[in-house]
């Protein structure tokens, strides 16, 4: 397991998994997020600032974040990145921000007036509103969306860059429904949810996916591994999704995921 990103090898697509819990904060695990290729970050969890130093990567390395969707979960290191960037005297405006176009806008803007001190200086991060279908190319990681079904606007993402092995898949949260095996079909890595954990009949309500879900999306979809996040028991999580798809793991959090 490579656990250093900048020894990542040749690989063209690489996944830092910055954090893999599920809701509320673990101790030394965030909520579910990722640093790709070193350049754009998949949503923030609660502490990405503090995540990022804690690996010796400079929050001030990158310019893009990939919202899945706007629960508080997955955004409220915004605020402390956005002050990180402003703190260091960096242009906001150079920090380019993908999500969901239904909220993307009232979110950001919100996060970034926070700051009612002399660092903000209404300059506001560059927005890329996202809608299911929408296929974007972002410091050379291809994004393919797909709609979540979630209680907030959400997406699911496919991503690639050229010469990678195979695509990497993000089901971000979400229940499981018809059509999402034929999105993530072949993905080499695909990271899935799995609040529910070893539910068998999860409330489709939640908009959330149990373990079993999870492992039936795997085998649909003829991924080649299935790493598990977002679920508050991996292991338990684990032994439910490998009872249909074997090759299951818990995702490591400073791993890194390369095709
Ligand atoms: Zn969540
Ligand atoms: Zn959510």
Redesign the pocket.
């Known amino acids: 397991m490579i656990t250093d990103i900048n020894n990542a090898g040749k690989n063209a697509l690489n996944v830092l998994c910055l954090g893999s819990g599920p ?1 509320a904060p673990q101790k030394n695990n965030d909520t579910a997020h990722y640093l790709i290729n070193g350049s754009v970050l998949l949503d923030t969890g609660w502490a990405t600032v503090q995540g990022l130093i804690d690996r010796d990567i400079d929050p001030l390395s990158f310019d893009t974040i990939v919202f ?2 706007f ?1 508080p ?2 955004y409220m290191g915004l605020h402390s990145l956005i002050f990180y960037w402003l703190w260091k005297g960096r242009d906001l405006s150079k920090l380019r921000i993908a999500g969901p176009a239904e909220n993307i806008e009232i979110i950001v803007r919100r996060a970034a007036e926070y700051w009612q001190d002399d660092c903000f200086r209404g300059i506001y991060p560059t927005l890329m509103p996202l809608n299911p279908g929408d296929n974007i190319n972002l410091n050379g990681i291809h994004f393919a969306c797909r709609r979540a079904p ?3 606007p ?1 997406l699911s993402y496919r991503i690639t860059a050229e010469s990678a092995k195979s695509d990497i898949g993000f089901t ?2 979400t229940r499981h429904e018809p059509g999402q095996a034929e999105f993530f079909a072949g993905c080499g890595i695909l990271f899935s949810e799995a609040s529910c954990g070893a539910s068998r009949n999860p409330d489709p309500s939640w ?2 996916m149990s373990a079993y879900q999870a492992g039936q999306l795997a085998a649909e979809a003829s991924v080649g591994r299935l790493v598990l996040v977002h679920t508050g028991s991996p292991e338990i999580s684990c032994a439910a999704a490998r009872e249909y798809f074997a090759n299951t793991e818990p995702a490591v959090v400073g791993a890194v995921y390369s095709v």
């Open positions: 809701c899945t969707h629960h979960d997955h979630h209680p907030v959400a971000g949260d908009g959330h």
